[in-house]
């Protein structure tokens, strides 16, 4: 079920989103004789071509295979957060929360292959550029996703100590979660421009390396693959909805408690 969000929503950004992530930080805390660590991280995401849905008055139209960007490094940059747990009993187990910043642009000054109905209820089933449909829609402002995910690590030299190959760690991790995008859109003179809440399904994995600097402060490299389902609302009634894969190359500092 979509929750449209109130004005104050857009206001006061991800408040909601940031609240429950902090929260993790206070469930994870509370078990003794655990290692908790606080990451941030930013680089650079890919993202695949896909379709994308178009449902609006008489439009019921689909684009297939169209383009996106990532615009990682162009404000608001791609960045994220997380709080991990590892097990004290089993320490090669864990689990973390994860929040990632990721950003969607369509490329829609490009041409498509459209299929269905038009505004006029005319069949379409040819090439068309997008912009005769579409002529906007980013969530540039992030997809903003949010996941619950189980990881495990090995340590290279058997065991966690100061030599060089004991500082090391490798890691995967496997999670689902939901998204929060911020939905901006232009569809024949109309415009959504909002935070959605209930947008869609969220899948993730990763497989990186960590690295011990000093005993509480660790830096890290990943790659992390996001699957994304989003259906978002249009302002005077309608959905577009699309399946996004986002591959991101990450490097971050965490810190160790």
Excluded at 104 to 122: H, M, V
Excluded at 226 to 243: A, M, P, Q, R
Aim: net charge negative; with cysteine.
């Amino acid at each position: 079920m979509r929750i449209d969000l109130p004005p104050a929503f857009s206001k006061n950004r991800l408040k909601p989103i940031k609240r429950l992530f902090f929260a993790s930080i206070l469930t994870l805390a509370c078990p003794a004789h655990a290692e908790i660590n606080v990451a941030f991280y930013s680089g650079q995401s890919f993202v695949d071509n896909g379709d994308l849905s178009l449902n609006q008055g008489k439009t019921n139209l689909n684009f297939n295979d169209v383009s996106w960007n990532d615009k990682s490094f162009e404000a608001p940059i791609f960045y994220g957060a997380r709080i991990g747990y590892w097990l004290d009993s089993a320490p090669n187990w864990g689990f973390s929360v994860d929040y990632a910043h990721l950003k969607n642009y369509l490329e829609y000054d490009k041409n498509a292959f459209i299929s269905g109905t038009n505004a006029n209820g005319d069949s379409v089933n040819s090439v068309e550029p997008i912009t005769d449909h579409i002529q906007n829609f980013n969530m540039s402002h992030g997809v903003n996703t949010l996941t619950f995910n189980g990881q495990y690590r090995w340590f290279p030299s058997g065991k966690r100590d100061n030599s060089l190959l004991g500082r090391m760690q490798l890691y995967s991790g496997l999670g689902a979660g939901f998204s929060v995008p911020h939905v901006e859109a232009l569809i024949r003179g109309v415009q959504t421009y909002e935070y959605q809440a209930g947008a869609g399904p969220v899948i993730n994995g990763m497989l990186g390396v960590n690295y011990d600097l000093i005993s509480f402060l660790s830096g890290f490299a990943e790659y992390k693959l996001t699957y994304v389902n989003v259906e978002d609302s249009l302002k005077g009634g309608g959905t577009i909805s699309t399946e996004t894969v986002n591959h991101q190359l990450i490097f971050g500092l965490a810190a160790h408690f």
